[in-house]
């Protein structure tokens, strides 16, 4: 999940919620929507491949 922050920047949240705190996990924060796209692209590629 994507979001735009106040200062113009994209952070990618989790998907899940965090059953401790309640909130989804910062995955990483890019400078453009394209930079995060990317890295979603490549989280979701390591979560399917590893092992």
């Known amino acids: 999940m994507i979001r735009k922050l106040k200062n113009g920047q994209y952070r990618i949240y989790s998907r899940k919620i965090?059953?401790?705190t309640g909130k989804r996990r910062n995955l990483g924060?890019?400078?453009?929507?394209?930079?995060?796209?990317?890295?979603?692209?490549?989280?979701?590629?390591?979560?399917?491949?590893?092992?």
């Open 18 to 20: 965090d059953e401790k």
């Open 29 to 51: 924060t890019f400078a453009t929507r394209e930079q995060a796209q990317k890295h979603e692209r490549d989280i979701q590629y390591f979560k399917r491949h590893r092992g």
